[in-house]
């Protein structure tokens, strides 16, 4: 009974295999228009549309297992689409930061041209450092002794001054912005008049600074450029203003008008340079030889 | 007609709707579905277990059916998914007919390498046929793959073609089972029969 049981099982799975290999021999061998690839034709065709009825019956299931692998999908899509975010994001910065770098230099250069600072040995720095404090009191450049920087050598940036060195290495420079507590240059009204005094910062206001010592009953008017005034002593030529003369400073943004004779005139003054974006500047080491 | 060619004919028509089922299911579902790249391949999971359950028999007919409905289905070369799933279903029927084997986890083994068997005796048919497009050696890890998916529909295809052959199963997991739980039972393990007999003991 067991014997003939194994001899029946042996006899059917012989059996199929050699159904199988007929099949794949015959369909393999046969040609196109073979009675099995008509059968299979045959079959599909009648197969179709069950098929296609049964992709539209089944097809909730098989938008909720897409479902779910696309999450998985979208997963790993997101790791590599937020790193390629990440990088884009470096680039747009990097190109943005290339913008900023080439419409200061443009500036600047529009401020060489527009005020012969050519002549005044222009070393273009780029700012390393910035005073994290709400004073805006000092700014570093990467330009030093090698460069040909000394102490004192006014700086200017996009629009107008910017400050003054105060502190030299060989590589880089410590710049005292015009807003610094301890920040003072002789200025004028750029006007007939040519009325002169002393501009001061407004601590902690990075967008204003005050023009003292004006003469009383000065001819100032709103919106007039206020430039360095370049003083030197006519009688001892060492005692002279830092800055050459004609450096814009700023506008006038409020006129304090005096009426009496004795006492001086105070002009409110907003900076020309944007002490806040400052990127490129350039440090004039020689503001005595124009 | 008796009642064990009842049996068997009622075994052979759920047989008969597994296959139909798994090959309309993988042709309008499973093939449609992709995860990690790969789609799965239910149907010969089904030919594993239905020749797992119902013996080596059953399981190379089924495979050979089941085999040759995709191959039609999906016009494929005829005949050579018979060939791979009556392997597959007859050596999971033999396994079951030799070892017999109670492990839980045996339907996941044995699904990966159903799967495995059947994505590399694929290829090997394939190349024996002659395939003239260069093959990349991606194909090795897409069979790697899907056999890792088939590993984890192995365990649900399983319980759920059992749960229909259940019934109708000649000698199939519903007695083992049925034996290895009350034979493990020693009467240590029978409170009741323990405690019934200390009190006829007390009672004489």
Redesign the interface.
């Known amino acids: 009974m067991h014997d003939k049981q194994i001899r029946?099982?042996r006899a059917?799975?012989a059996l199929?295999?050699a159904?199988?290999?007929?099949?794949?021999?015959d369909?393999?061998g046969g040609s196109a228009s073979s009675p099995?690839h008509q059968?299979?034709r045959g079959?599909?065709t009648v197969?179709s549309p069950?098929?296609a009825g049964?992709?539209t019956v089944?097809s909730p299931?098989?938008n909720a297992?897409?479902y779910v692998?696309s999450v998985?999908?979208a997963k790993s899509e997101l790791t590599t689409l937020q790193g390629r975010y990440n990088q884009l994001v470096g680039e747009y910065a990097r190109v943005q930061y290339e913008g900023i770098l080439y419409r200061q230099a443009q500036q600047l250069l529009g401020l060489d041209k527009s005020y012969n600072l050519a002549s005044y040995g222009p070393v273009t720095g780029r700012l390393i450092g910035e005073d994290p404090s709400l004073w805006y009191e000092t700014i570093t450049v990467d330009r030093g002794s090698s460069s040909g920087v000394s102490i004192y050598d006014p700086v200017v940036g996009p629009g107008g001054l910017v400050g003054d060195v105060t502190q030299v290495t060989p590589n880089a420079s410590v710049v005292s912005l015009i807003t610094s507590s301890k920040f003072s240059v002789g200025a004028m009204i750029e006007n007939e008049s040519g009325a002169a005094g002393l501009i001061e910062p407004q601590v902690g206001d990075p967008n204003a600074l005050t023009l003292i010592d004006l003469p009383p009953n000065s001819n100032v008017s709103f919106n007039q450029l206020v430039v360095t005034s370049g003083f030197r002593d006519p009688h001892d030529p060492a005692i002279q203003s830092f800055a050459p003369p004609g450096i814009p400073i700023g506008t006038v943004s409020s006129t304090n008008p005096q009426n009496s004779v004795l006492t001086n005139q105070e002009e409110q003054v907003t900076p020309l340079a944007d002490l806040q974006h400052l990127t490129l500047v350039q440090i004039l080491t020689r503001p005595h030889g124009g | 007609m008796n009642g064990r060619d009842n049996n068997t004919l009622a075994l052979v028509a759920r047989i008969a709707l597994i296959a139909v089922v798994a090959v309309?299911?993988q042709?309008?579902?499973v093939s449609?579905?992709?995860?990690?790249g790969v789609t799965a391949d239910v149907t010969s999971l089904a030919v594993m277990s239905i020749g797992l359950l119902a013996g080596?028999?059953a399981g190379?007919?089924a495979?050979?059916a089941i085999?040759?409905m995709v191959?039609?289905?999906m016009?494929q070369?005829?005949?050579?998914t018979?060939?791979l799933f009556?392997t597959v279903g007859?050596w999971s029927g033999r396994l079951r007919e030799l070892r017999d084997p109670a492990n839980g986890l045996a339907p996941l083994l044995l699904g990966a390498l159903a799967t495995g068997f059947t994505g590399v005796g694929m290829a090997v048919i394939q190349f024996l046929?002659g395939v003239e497009a260069p093959v990349s050696l991606l194909l090795l890890q897409q069979i790697v793959l899907q056999v890792l998916v088939n590993s984890l529909l192995a365990l649900p295809v399983y319980e759920l073609i059992r749960r229909v052959l259940y019934r109708v199963l000649p000698r199939g997991p519903r007695t083992r089972g049925a034996r290895a739980y009350n034979a493990s039972l020693s009467p240590l393990e029978r409170p009741s029969e323990r405690l019934a007999g200390s009190t006829r003991a007390r009672v004489r």
């Open positions: 029946r099982r059917v799975l199929l295999v159904v199988s290999l007929i099949l794949l021999t369909y393999f099995l059968v299979q079959i599909a197969l069950l098929q049964a992709s089944l299931i098989r297992a897409s692998s998985f999908t | 309309v299911l042709v309008a579902v449609q579905i992709t995860l990690f080596s028999m190379a007919i495979g050979f085999g040759l191959d039609v289905v016009f070369t005829i005949g050579v018979s060939l009556i007859y046929l």
